[in-house]
């Protein structure tokens, strides 16, 4: 009997062929959001994407509008960050340059390939932006959209309102500044909670430190 030689598969393909044995491809998908435009919108795609991008944004309009006043009177109470709030240049290079490539770039479009290849030369600006987001409590416009795509949670679906969950694709810049602030929140309220809480947390793991 000859050893049987090793399958060379990375998580990225490993996922690939789970979504295709679990019938969620892309194609799938779009074939299932077609049935729905016939059923729902006599086969006009355009129509159901209004109806889907309605629903999705009445979710949330009843949300008071945020604040800015409340970061303005802390920012006076400050006269810098703290130390421990200011994100260095290196740490964003080490974030940067560990990106997969195999992901989709948010609304601004920038490569993946070009984060992390460039990591060294773009880490310094980056951070810049960072530190003056943090310092002025303004996050980039830009940064606040997403790109997102209606997944049917039930197969085929049937409604708009109970049978799609969206799924937002935000930029990766923006995804990296919101890591640090994670982390941050986290490194505080994980000493208050009980030893014997163990859903919704996860392992925080810095192989080089924030």
């Known amino acids: 009997m000859h050893p049987t030689q090793p399958v060379k598969s990375g998580s990225h ?24 435009a016939n ?12 109806n889907i991008n309605n629903f999705f944004h009445s979710i949330s309009a009843d949300l008071p509008v945020f604040d800015h006043n409340c970061v303005a009177q802390i920012l006076q109470d400050i006269d810098a960050l703290p130390e ?17 490539v195999y ?13 992390r290849d460039f990591s060294v030369y773009v880490a310094e600006p980056v951070c810049c932006i960072f530190n003056t987001s943090l310092r002025t409590g303004i996050f ?4 606040k959209q997403a790109n997102v795509v209606p997944v049917p949670k039930v197969q085929p679906p049937g409604s708009i309102e109970s049978d799609l969950r969206p799924i937002s ?5 923006s995804k990296i500044l919101e ?8 490194n505080r309220v994980l000493p208050t909670l009980d030893i014997k809480q163990f859903g919704a947390k996860r392992t925080v793991h810095n192989p080089r430190p924030c």
């Open 84 to 100: 421990d709030l200011v994100i260095e240049p290196y740490s964003v290079e080490y974030k940067l340059a560990n990106i997969s």
């Open 140 to 143: 980039p416009q830009l940064w």
């Open 39 to 50: 059923r729902l919108t006599d086969g006009d795609v355009s129509r159901l994407a209004d």
């Open 103 to 115: 992901k989709s770039p948010g609304p601004d479009q920038i490569p993946h390939w070009f984060l």
């Open 169 to 173: 694709l935000t930029s990766t810049l």
């Open 179 to 186: 890591s640090y602030v994670g982390n941050w929140i986290m």
């Open 13 to 36: 393909q490993w996922w690939q062929s789970v979504k295709g044995l679990l019938g969620q491809s892309s194609n799938t998908r779009s074939q299932q959001l077609f049935a729905l």
